[in-house]
């Protein structure tokens, strides 16, 4: 389905599944693609954050369950002193990538070791670079992006095409 990401201010882009189909102006791509699907943004497109902390955060780091906030907080643990199990760390990775997502961060830098952990990111549809520098959105490209709003707040991030984070 052809989307089109209209924010505000600068280019909007047009998204064919997984890919960039085009950037430009919002007239011009609805008057090319009328029958896209169109989500309208606060802010501007960015191609998005790369966190250069992900094995740190994803791995070592424990993001406490809501059902877990009166024993252990909201916040994530960073020197956890508590056993964790795959289960306990595939769902610690599962909330760590969320909260990557809302700030709009669409690939992390460094090896993931630990296979939940790694399969979680994997399923995220965040990349894993090796360095901390994306490429420019290009026509061809993979639609991985995030609009962020006049203050620097997140509102959407997109990975694979697919709207996986979006404020409310």
Do not use: K, N
Not at 11 to 29: K, N, Q, T
Not at 54 to 74: K, N
Not at 151 to 159: E, H, Q
């Amino acid at each position: 389905m052809l989307t089109i990401h209209a924010p505000e201010a600068g280019d909007s882009v047009l998204v064919d599944g997984a890919v960039v189909a085009a950037l430009g102006p919002y007239e011009e791509l609805a008057a090319a693609y009328p029958a896209a699907r169109v989500r309208r943004w606060p802010g501007e497109v960015s191609p998005g954050l790369v966190d250069t902390s992900g094995p740190e955060l994803l791995e070592r780091a424990y993001h406490p369950d809501p059902r877990e906030a009166d024993a252990l907080g909201t916040e994530p643990i960073l020197s956890p002193s508590f056993p964790i199990d795959d289960v306990r760390r595939g769902g610690s990775a599962r909330r760590g990538v969320q909260r990557l997502l809302a700030r709009g961060v669409v690939a992390v830098v460094g090896e993931l070791r630990v296979r939940v952990v790694a399969e979680a990111v994997r399923r995220s549809g965040l990349a894993v670079v090796p360095t901390p520098v994306l490429p420019p959105l290009t026509v061809g490209g993979p639609a991985r992006f995030a609009i962020f709003d006049t203050d620097g707040v997140c509102v959407a991030t997109v990975v694979g095409g697919r709207l996986v984070y979006r404020a409310r």
